[in-house]
C-alpha cells in the first residue's frame, strides 16, 4: 500500500511539474487514428526507431572514435572494425540505418505527396518533415566524413566548395566552413562536433515539432476523407467499433504499427549481417590522400539526384549552382505549388497522377547518371532531366492543379 501511495505521490509531483498524466492521457487513450490508412502510414515509426538505432550506435562507436586526420581512418577501420569485440557489429547497424533513413524518408516524402498529405491544415507538418529532411542530409554529410577516407574527403571538398558560388562572400565563407583553406583537420573536428552535438539535438527537438503539429490535423487517410474525430470517437466509445471510422491509438492502431516495424527489423538485420556493403563506397576503405584525387568523385546515393542537378547544367556552373539550390528548397513550398484544393489519392487525380509519376522517373533518371562520369551523352541526359525536374515542379504542377476542383477528383 505505501509502495501504491509512492509511486502516486511521484506521478502527482511529475504531473504538477510537466503535465505528465495528461501527456500520457492523449498519447494512450484520447489520440485517435483513421481506420482507412495502409501500412505506408507506419513509415514514421520506422524513420523513429531507426533514429534510435541511429542515435545508440553512435554513441557505441563514439567510445572509439578519434577526431583526428591522423588517427580517425584507423580508429574506425582497425581499432573499431577489428579490435574491439561486436565494434564491426555497431558499425554495420549505424551504416546500414544511415542509408536506410533516407530511404525510408524517400518513402515517407512520397507517400504524403501521393495522398496530397501536405496541404489543408497539413502545411506545417510538411514543413517540419522537410526541416528534417535537410539536416539529416547535414548529418549525413557531415557522418561521412568521419571515417577520413578517400571519398569523405574529396566529398567534403567538393561540397564545401560549393559555398565558394555564393557572391561576394563566397571565398571566405568556403574558408570559415572549412577552418583551413583546404579541407582539413580543422575541417573534421568541426564536422564532427556537428555530427555528434548540434545537429542531434536539432533533429530531437524537430522531432518533437513535427509530432506536435500532427496533433491537430490528425493524419490524412487514404481517401482524403475530412473526419469528425470526435463524432467518430464516440461511435467507438459506444461500443460502434464496426461503423466508427477511427481507432484509439493504443494500444488498436500502435500493434499495426509494431508489427509493420518488425517485419522491416528482420529485413534491416539481414542488410546489417549480409549486405552491409550497399551503405559503403569501395574507395572510402582507402585513407584520405589530398595529392591523390580519384578519378570520379560523387555523393552517397540518396544526394545523386541533387547533385545531377548541380552537374547538368554543365555549360555554366554558376547555373547549375542557382538549379542546385533550388532543387534543396524546392519541396518545402510544394502545398503552395500545387494549386488545387483537392485532397484525394493521385490515382484519383489524373494530371496530378501522372505528374507524380513522371516526377519519380525524373528523379530516379537523375539518380543513375549522377553517378555515371559527365561524359558523352551522360551530360545531355543529365541537362534534360534537370530542366524536366524545374519544368515538372514550377510550371506542370501549378497548371495541372489549377484546372482542378473539389468535383475534380474521381
Ligand atoms: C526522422 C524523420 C521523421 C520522423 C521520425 C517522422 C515521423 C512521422 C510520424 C510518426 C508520422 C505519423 C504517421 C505516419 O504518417 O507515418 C508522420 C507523418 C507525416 N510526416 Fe513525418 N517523419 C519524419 C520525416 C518527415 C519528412 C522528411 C517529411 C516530408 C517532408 C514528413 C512529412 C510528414 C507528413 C506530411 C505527415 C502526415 C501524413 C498524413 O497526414 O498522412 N516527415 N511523420
Known amino acids: 500500500m505505501a509502495e501504491i501511495k509512492k509511486a502516486n505521490g511521484i506521478t502527482d509531483w511529475l504531473d504538477q511539474r510537466i503535465g505528465l498524466k495528461k501527456l500520457i492521457e492523449v498519447l494512450m487513450t484520447k489520440y485517435w487514428i483513421p481506420k482507412n490508412i495502409n501500412f505506408l502510414w507506419a513509415m514514421g515509426v520506422v524513420l523513429l526507431a ?34 574491439v569485440a561486436y565494434g564491426w557489429l555497431w558499425r554495420h547497424i549505424h551504416a546500414v540505418a544511415a542509408s536506410m533513413v533516407f530511404v525510408i524518408i524517400y518513402i515517407h516524402m512520397f507517400v504524403a505527396i501521393y495522398y496530397g498529405s501536405y496541404k489543408r491544415g497539413r502545411e506545417m507538418i510538411w514543413i517540419s518533415g522537410m526541416l528534417l529532411f535537410v539536416v539529416f542530409s547535414a548529418e549525413a554529410f557531415s557522418g561521412y566524413m568521419l571515417p577520413w577516407g578517400q571519398m569523405s574527403y574529396w566529398a567534403a571538398a567538393v561540397i564545401t566548395n560549393l559555398f565558394g558560388g555564393i557572391p561576394f562572400i563566397g571565398a571566405d565563407v568556403v574558408e570559415w566552413v572549412r577552418g583551413n583553406y583546404v579541407v582539413a583537420d580543422s575541417t573534421l573536428t568541426r564536422f564532427f562536433m556537428l555530427h555528434v552535438c548540434l545537429l542531434p539535438v536539432v533533429i530531437l527537438s524537430l522531432i518533437a515539432f513535427h509530432f506536435y503539429s500532427l496533433r491537430i490535423p490528425h493524419v490524412n487517410n487514404q481517401e482524403g476523407e475530412v473526419l469528425d474525430f470526435e463524432k467518430e470517437e464516440k461511435k467507438y466509445l459506444e461500443g460502434k467499433k464496426k461503423d466508427s471510422k477511427v481507432i484509439p491509438f493504443w494500444p488498436v492502431f500502435l500493434s499495426k504499427d509494431i508489427f509493420v516495424l518488425s517485419v522491416f527489423m528482420i529485413f534491416f538485420f539481414y542488410l546489417v549481417c549480409y549486405h552491409y556493403d550497399f551503405a559503403m563506397d569501395p574507395i572510402n576503405f582507402e585513407p584520405a590522400n589530398n595529392l591523390k584525387t580519384p578519378t570520379h568523385i560523387y555523393p552517397e546515393w540518396y544526394f545523386l539526384w541533387s547533385y545531377e542537378v548541380l552537374r547538368g547544367f554543365f555549360f555554366s556552373a554558376d547555373l547549375g549552382l542557382i538549379a542546385f ?7 518545402f513550398v510544394l502545398p503552395w505549388l500545387d494549386r488545387s484544393s483537392v485532397v484525394a489519392p493521385a490515382h484519383r487525380r489524373k494530371g496530378f497522377f501522372i505528374w507524380f509519376w513522371l516526377l519519380i522517373i525524373d528523379m530516379v533518371v537523375l539518380t543513375i547518371f549522377g553517378k555515371l562520369p559527365p561524359e558523352g551523352i551522360n551530360t545531355y541526359i543529365g541537362f534534360v532531366a534537370s530542366i524536366g525536374f524545374l519544368v ?6 501549378p497548371l495541372i492543379t489549377k484546372t482542378e476542383n473539389k468535383g475534380g477528383a474521381k
Not at 392 to 397: G, N, R, T
Open 50 to 83: 531507426l533514429f534510435a538505432l541511429l542515435f545508440i550506435s553512435g554513441i557505441f562507436l563514439l567510445m572509439y572514435y578519434k577526431p583526428d586526420a591522423k588517427l580517425a581512418f584507423d580508429s574506425v577501420n582497425y581499432t573499431i572494425m577489428q579490435e
Open 325 to 331: 539550390g533550388i532543387a534543396q528548397v524546392i519541396f
Open 392 to 397: 515538372l515542379m514550377f510550371i506542370v504542377l
